[in-house]
């Protein structure tokens, strides 16, 4: 059985790129091992992350125990949680994206305020932003050893040559 959970939680340092590309590496290994897809989001104010992963509801439910015992964030608050038919994510290990970098026409869209508050928002006003995020190619990833900005989802990866 597929699940989905969105989540949000406040870091307990400064977001640099550093501790960016430390999470999404380390959950692109893990994920590719327990079949785990998802986005991560770096909200406006620098402290916020937002974070939807989907896969196999066991596997779900244990990352996020995980998450909740990391202590490199707090405030953990599980903002949707929902089994699915089918994933939306699934291009991405671990997709990013910096809601910084998004046109503040899309954010207030889905936010009273030009910054989302990913605490103040229910949790499918946010899935409707990551849904539109993919429409208009916002999510990226850091790819192993490619260029920053370089990962993209499988339905859009060209063959080697």
């Known amino acids: 059985m597929l699940v989905r959970l969105l989540y949000a939680s406040r870091a307990v340092d400064s977001i640099g790129a550093e501790l ?14 327990h079949g785990i897809t998802g986005v991560l989001c770096v909200c406006q ?15 779900v439910n244990r990352l996020y125990g ?15 949680y929902e089994e699915i038919l089918q994933r939306r994510f699934a291009g991405w290990r671990m997709g990013c994206v910096d809601l910084a970098k998004v046109n503040v026409s899309t954010i207030l869209k889905y936010s009273e305020r030009p910054q989302l508050d990913p605490f103040a928002s229910p949790g499918k006003v946010a ?3 990551l849904e ?4 208009t190619a916002a999510i990226v990833g ?8 370089a990962e993209q989802p499988e339905r859009n990866r060209q063959p080697p040559r």
């Open 20 to 33: 960016i590309d430390e999470i999404l590496d380390a959950s692109r290994a893990e994920n590719a091992e």
């Open 45 to 59: 104010s620098g402290d916020m992350f937002m974070q939807v992963v989907e896969g196999g509801r066991a596997e």
């Open 66 to 80: 995980n998450l909740l015992r990391d202590r490199r964030h707090r405030d953990v608050m599980l903002l949707d």
């Open 127 to 129: 899935l409707a932003l």
């Open 132 to 135: 539109e995020l993919i429409d």
């Open 142 to 149: 850091r790819g192993e050893g490619r260029a920053r900005g």
